[in-house]
């Protein structure tokens, strides 16, 4: 069987209680063409068993070790240096220390991804070499609350495309303008999902990113007052070069609207508490007049004239009635009863005279009854 059966180029052999490598011939004898290899929930908890294991599967490139005790064990540089050919491996919640993975990043020079999530990393310790070949992270659902920790990143990793860092409570961006544009020269996307981050300057130093077009922002406190239309068009007017907002796509039309909305929004507050892009925008749009406000909701209630016999009376009736509940409404005006009433409608605008309201469910906007319109009551005849 060893002869003819290769297992799939794709193996996923998650929680299945693997503890060992076990015989190395029979590896490399079934993992000729494995080159993704899911070990994710099992109980491996040495660096020399997983070695074992990559070391004979020769077109591996992407590893999950994902739940793992490998915290229990140091990787030695010999063993890390069988996953040369790695160029994406996962990490998460296997409480990897930052020496596994600066030992992982000087033996793999092909990394391309890196997933360290969930690892209860509170700081960053810092590579004693750059990776260059990295260019996405993944450090999601951490403790990584100072932006000093952040910025080590940007120095280990300067080839960086994208960094996902939601579910961490950064609280702000402490950097300057210039030394953003230097830690992150090649940063395209970046994914701040329910950081900490309260502070509009914070999302102005987005900016300073020279190659960033994709951002995620939802769920940070400083969006929690606003309206959803208002978070998005807010957003989008203060980030220029941004092509993708929370996974949607940013057209020139909604780019102009959000932008003139932008306009808008603080035309009003005082002049110490009015953004820098607000003036930018105004000499791209001119200083524009407010919005008409137009109330488009449908009227509730008119003032018409009730005639009848030698009487006038003004009344303001309901819309959302019917003509059967405007007779009882009626009954006791007129001192008829609503069996014995007859109610004829007279358009103030209408050619052709009143019209009779003889269907008693009818209600009554449908009759398009304005204030000033005239109602007509007539006993039934016997």
């Not at 999902?193 to 940070?220: A, M, R, T």
């Not at 007049?289 to 009730?306: G, I, M, Y």
């Amino acid at each position: 069987m060893k002869d003819r059966l290769n297992l799939p180029s794709v193996l996923v052999l998650n929680s299945c209680g693997i503890t060992c490598a076990g015989d190395e011939n029979e590896i490399a004898a079934f993992c000729a063409h494995v080159s993704e290899l899911d070990l994710s929930d099992n109980k491996l908890e040495d660096w020399h068993e997983v070695s074992k294991i990559v070391s004979n599967v020769p077109h591996l490139e992407f590893l999950n070790l994902s739940s793992n005790p490998l915290s229990l064990s140091v990787l030695e540089r010999r063993c890390a240096g069988s996953f040369a050919g790695v160029r994406k491996l996962v990490l998460n919640n296997s409480k990897a220390s930052w020496e596994t993975v600066h030992t992982i990043l000087q033996e793999l020079p092909d990394l391309e991804e890196l997933f360290l999530c969930l690892n209860d990393y509170e700081t960053v310790s810092c590579s004693p070499v750059c990776c260059q070949s990295l260019k996405l992270l993944h450090i999601t659902d951490n403790n990584l609350q100072d932006w000093t920790e952040i910025r080590k990143l940007g120095i280990m990793f300067p080839s960086l495309d994208t960094l996902i860092l939601a579910n961490n409570n950064l609280t702000t961006i402490e950097e300057s303008e210039d030394s953003l544009a230097r830690l992150f020269p090649n940063l395209r996307s970046i994914n701040l999902h329910k950081s900490g981050l309260h502070c509009w300057e914070d999302i102005d130093k987005l900016n300073s990113f020279p190659k960033l077009e994709e951002v995620k922002l939802l769920g940070i406190p400083l969006l929690q007052s606003y309206t959803t239309e208002e978070r998005r068009k807010l957003l989008i007017a203060r980030l220029p070069s941004i092509v993708k907002l929370n996974g949607s796509i940013v057209a020139d039309g909604e780019r102009e609207d959000s932008e003139r909305f932008f306009i808008r929004y603080y035309m009003e507050f005082p002049e110490e508490e009015v953004p820098f892009r607000y003036h930018e925008l105004v000499t791209k749009y001119g200083k524009l007049e407010p919005l008409a406000v137009v109330d488009l909701r449908p009227q509730s209630s008119v003032k018409v004239e009730v005639h009848f016999q030698d009487k006038v009376e003004e009344m303001s009736i309901r819309l959302d009635q019917t003509v059967a509940e405007l007779k009882k409404h009626l009954k006791t005006v007129v001192q008829l009863s609503t069996s014995n009433m007859l109610l004829f409608y007279l358009d103030q605008e209408a050619p052709f005279g009143p019209e009779e309201m003889k269907y008693s469910s009818r209600a009554l906007h449908s009759y398009g009854i304005r204030d000033g319109d005239k109602i007509y009551v007539e006993p039934r005849m016997k």
